[in-house]
């Protein structure tokens, strides 16, 4: 099982309870828990889940997905890879996505995904992690730096990409 240690797990779960007693579970989920992400609150995901796309993810060893649920309810997630380069030593984990429903926001819920997954990285042996998030975003802005966190100066370029064979992009045509 690819999930967290149990000391990984108990160490997620009790921070978890200290911030907020009434959920029941935070974990790393296995390809084997698929199903958690059927019953999903309003809000945690940008878009509904697709169980094609859950499932593909799940069963990717690099690919990390910490999760809080309420009364079996997912309310909150933390989405990673962890991946090697061929300059670095040891290997990253790059922080995808945090989400926590509305109602369960300001809470604690997104700080204590944030290190579940950051402890499950260190178990993996990755050396740093980073995360992007917009200038504007202070909430997430202020759970990365709690968690150790410091900003930088780098600028993100969205690139979208066309499969080979479609029709060349309007980009494209004006360069």
């Known amino acids: ?29 296995s390809a084997a828990d698929a199903a958690v992400l059927e019953r999903v609150a309003p809000e945690v995901f940008d878009e509904a889940i697709d169980a094609r796309a859950a499932a593909l993810f799940l069963a ?19 989405s990673g890879v962890h991946y090697f380069h061929p300059d670095k030593p040891v290997p990253e984990l790059f922080i995808n996505e945090v989400g926590v429903a509305p109602e369960y926001q300001g809470q604690g819920v997104g700080k204590a995904l944030l290190r579940c997954l950051l402890r499950h990285g260190a178990e993996l042996g990755c050396g740093q992690a980073w995360v992007l998030t917009d200038h504007d975003n202070l909430a997430a802005r202020r759970v990365y730096q709690a968690s150790g966190g410091t900003p930088s100066e780098h600028v993100m370029y969205s690139i979208p990409l066309q499969p080979p064979g479609a029709s060349a992009s309007k980009q494209e045509s004006e360069t």
């Open 60 to 78: 990717d060893p690099r690919h990390h997905l910490a999760v809080a649920r309420d009364l079996g309810v997912v309310v909150g997630f933390a």
């Open 1 to 29: 099982m690819r999930g967290c240690s149990a000391r990984c797990s108990q160490l997620c779960a009790t921070e978890l309870a200290l911030q907020h007693p009434s959920l029941v579970e935070l974990r790393i989920l």
